[in-house]
């Protein structure tokens, strides 16, 4: 377990989602945070004249799963920010980190940027807007000390800013699936029901792109929403497969459930191979039935004929 840390944020517009700074006791660190339509308020800021690094956060057009990352560097944060406002389209916000006391030299932010984006790659929580990553520059045992110190400090703070694409998914649930309802290798139907009420299979839409993929190359469902109610619950998901097919036609049971991005979705990976079973139609459905996840019980998963007995 952490550490506990307070933190002070001083919100220097009065107005909380206007521009932030954080900072903590005995740090010389001080971050900054900022909408992007904030930016010529902000980029008065002292702080940003001095060496940092900076994270710019936003979604691209048609990719709105996961947020898309700059991560960069400059001796004055300020200059850096100031032409990625002119030639960068796709941030919303921005995150800079600089010192109180100028303790930052180009070898350390060099290292800290590069650190960020192999962090960012390991967490797989964003996609990044970067190149390759800059070549690890040369620092003394101390220097290199400080570094990994003030990167601890940055890795910290930033959940508290608002942003989590630098942490490893960490799973909010662990479906225990018993070996008796398990799905056998090459079945063609879904495994026994024991009884049990915990049972909940979540049916996801799938288009053929994503079901081939991700659901059956990958073995994992993604960026779906799931009501909280419902996390501790999920034991299976199925796949209806939209139009041409428009049925449910397969299923697995999940070993884990991590969060997926930065806004409120989960994806769902799975214990062992999906298996498919006799196609459940849409038939009668009402139109609009399965734009988004349905959830029902493996019982009915097995004893349905249709979509509406399903759910």
């Not at 110190?149 to 940055?154: C, D, H, K, N, P």
């Not at 990976?269 to 139109?287: G, K, L, N, Q, R």
Request: aromatic share 8%.
């Amino acid at each position: 377990m952490s550490d506990p840390f307070t933190i002070r944020v001083f919100v220097a517009d009065g107005d909380p989602e206007g521009v932030r700074l954080v900072d903590r006791m005995n740090w010389t660190g001080v971050g900054i945070v900022f909408p992007r339509e904030r930016w010529q308020t902000a980029r008065s800021r002292a702080e940003l004249s001095r060496t940092g690094v900076y994270i710019l956060v936003g979604y691209k057009e048609g990719d709105e799963d996961l947020p898309t990352l700059y991560i960069g560097e400059g001796d004055a944060v300020r200059d850096r920010i100031d032409s990625h406002a002119q030639n960068k389209e796709f941030w919303e916000h921005g995150y800079a980190f600089t010192t109180s006391n100028n303790g930052l030299n180009k070898a350390h932010v060099r290292w800290l940027e590069r650190e960020l984006i192999q962090q960012a790659k390991k967490a797989g929580r964003s996609k990044l807007d970067n190149g390759t990553a800059p070549p690890e520059p040369p620092l003394s045992e101390a220097e290199r000390a400080d570094s990994r110190a003030f990167l601890r400090e940055i890795l910290q703070v930033l959940p508290v800013m608002g942003l989590r694409a630098f942490e490893e998914p960490k799973p909010v649930a662990t479906p225990q699936v018993p070996a008796s309802i398990q799905p056998a290798a090459g079945s063609t139907a879904p495994a026994p029901v024991t009884g049990s009420p915990g049972n909940v299979v979540v049916v996801v839409p799938a288009q053929e792109e994503g079901f081939k993929s991700v659901f059956l190359g990958q073995h994992r469902w993604r960026a779906i929403r799931i009501s909280g109610g419902k996390l501790q619950q999920i034991r299976y998901l199925a796949t209806y497969q939209t139009k041409p097919i428009s049925a449910v036609t397969h299923y697995a049971p999940v070993a884990k459930i991590e969060p997926y991005g930065e806004s409120g979705k989960y994806q769902l990976i799975f214990s062992s191979a999906p298996v498919e079973i006799t196609p459940i139609p849409f038939a009668d459905a009402p139109a609009g039935l399965m734009q988004g996840p349905r959830y029902t019980t493996l019982g009915k998963l097995r004893s349905a004929k249709t979509l509406m007995e399903l759910f």
